[in-house]
């Protein structure tokens, strides 16, 4: 018996981790974030930032990134929902864990925060590359802003910015308007136009460029002006989230607490605006805000309420389905004006805007197309900062019966009309023909 009791606490403390830490869509904040140092004097020196994720219910479990023990899964399960690298310098991760691994960690749903800085090794400079970013080559560039500095790094060679050119997005950045600058001091970044997944959310000044601050320039920089990006997010197909930045510098203490005044302005902070912005941004990426689902999807036709096995040609028909965003704590009612649905065979047939109640129930009702074949309702919504929302279902569209056409059709009446006036004729003229003789 006390061997089987030991069998049994050994299995639960196997499986606890999986059944405690598992990603679920109900509750996208219960998460465990592993987070890759360098050294473990960042823990000390980026408390504030740390603190911040633990004041949220975050479980943030360091380890150093060249730990020999480190892994992302056993057993084929995934171990933390979260991966922070702030691990410019490593040229190597211990245990199980490389580039593979991440962008596996990633194809899965899971989130990842990447903070380059003027060190980066090739390896960090891969991950950013594999997340759709591409770092300056110059692995002695930083980023230069000889206008768009902040007053109190003046000394020397203006390397630390004073940049408030975010993107303009309520649900990335929070409703609360960001007044002071963000501090950076670090290496840019550049974002393929053709790559709509990758978005900046904190760029450069049309001052800056990308370069050795120690040598003069011989030739044109590769990165100038508003094209760098200090700050990008990336929200993938699969809704995972990342935000690529090149300064690990930004999240700490020292960025959070200090002042700042923008070169060319007058007004000087107290604070900058790196907590607020670095805090609402994590709550993006982790799902805090912006975060989508849908239940009750239901359709039935204009009277009924039980859900057909197919429809008729010409149906009227109603289709309903509730959609709620994540608020940090609970799920609220998502209020839209753009939720689309498609009645679609082979291309859409039928597109209405669903109409909202304001609560969170979406509704619309149309008469189906006078075609038959298999259709599908479908709700492809994309809207930016959300996590996009796909949902397909098939319905079988079959034509009239024999015995259920109309006997008589209105629009030939007229034809109805003229038949029976022609046999009416024909008859009279049959009696007169017959009574005659």
Known sequence: ???????CIASISILLPFLCNAFSPETPTDRRVLVLLDDFAIMSSHSLYFNA???RGFDLEFKLADDPKIALQRYGQYLYDALILFCPSVERFGGSIDV?????????????????????????REVGTECGVDFDEDPSAMVIDH??????????DHTLIASDDFIKSDVILGGKKIEAPILFRGIGHAVSPANSLVLKVLSASPSAYSANPKSKLSTPPPLTGSAISLVSIVQARNNA?????????????????SGVQKAGSQIKHEKSGNEQFLTEISKWIFHERGHLKAVNVKHHRVGETDEPALYRINDELEYAVEIYEWSGTSWEPY??????????MMSPYV???????K??????????????GVFQFKVEHQKLGYTSLSLSKQIPVRPYRHNEYERFIPAAYPYYGAAFSMMAGFFIFSFAHLYSK
Not at 2 to 7: A, H, Q, R
Request: no cysteine; net charge neutral.
């Open 1 to 7: 018996m006390g061997k089987l009791w030991l069998i």
């Open 53 to 55: 994720l633990k004041s």
């Open 100 to 124: 593979a691994a991440i962008v596996n960690f990633v194809d899965s749903g899971h989130d990842l925060i990447v903070a380059a800085d003027v060190n980066a090794s090739d390896l960090i």
């Open 147 to 156: 206008i768009g500095y902040a007053v109190s790094g003046t000394e020397g």
């Open 241 to 257: 989230r990342l935000l690529i930045t090149g300064s690990l510098s930004m999240f700490s203490n020292r960025f959070f607490r």
């Open 335 to 344: 209020v839209a004006n753009d939720v689309q649905l498609q009645f679609y």
């Open 351 to 357: 597109l209405k805007t669903l109409s909202s109640d």
């Open 359 to 372: 609560k969170g129930l979406y509704s619309t009702s149309f008469k189906v197309p006078d075609v038959y």
